[in-house]
């Protein structure tokens, strides 16, 4: 559903990737999303929350694999995530600020202490929900070691968080 109970929508085919089945952009509670470019296995389509300026916007993806167009019940997860962006997003950062101070994520002290700051070392926010409505958040910047060099990744069930990791090269 939209801001205002309409479904979300979708509007042309045709570029990039000539599927003329697959919609060029979505419309997802008040935010846009456009088709990308990116490998034939799949379809990809991201959008940008609006932001103040000098600071990095909260991304949406939405990604279908193998390609066709979004089911009814993806798009509800989508709207759902990008409806309550701001709320999971802070979710998110509590979760990281309990479970990384689990000895197994080898924080230092230091790092640990910038957990505990008002704004933690975690930012660049980017929402991706796939076909089959699992979603995670990615915080693409962070000042932690375990985020170098792509990140931290907050896997949700549903509204709730259930796992975090840095994401390496690996």
């Known amino acids: ?55 990095a916007p909260g991304v949406v993806n939405l990604v279908i694999e193998p390609p066709a167009p979004p ?34 994520f080898g924080l230092t002290a230091e790092e640990c202490d910038l957990l505990d700051r008002p704004e933690p070392p975690l930012g660049a926010p980017e929402a991706t929900v796939w076909a089959d409505g699992s979603w995670a958040i990615r915080f693409a910047e962070s000042g932690l070691r375990m985020g170098d060099p792509h990140g931290i990744l907050v896997t949700f069930d549903g509204t709730r968080p259930v796992d975090v990791q840095g994401i390496d090269d690996e």
């Open 1 to 55: 559903m939209s801001d205002n109970g309409v479904p979300p929508s979708h509007s042309g085919g045709g570029e990039p990737g000539g599927d003329a089945e697959l919609p060029a952009t979505l419309h997802i509670a008040g935010i846009a999303l456009s088709r990308v470019a990116g490998p034939p296995s799949l379809t990809c389509w991201t959008g940008c929350f609006p932001a103040p300026a000098g600071t």
């Open 71 to 104: 089911l009814s019940a993806t798009l509800r997860r989508a709207h759902d995530v990008v409806s309550r962006f701001d709320a999971f997003v802070d979710r998110a950062v509590e979760y990281c600020r309990t479970r990384l101070r689990e000895e197994h």
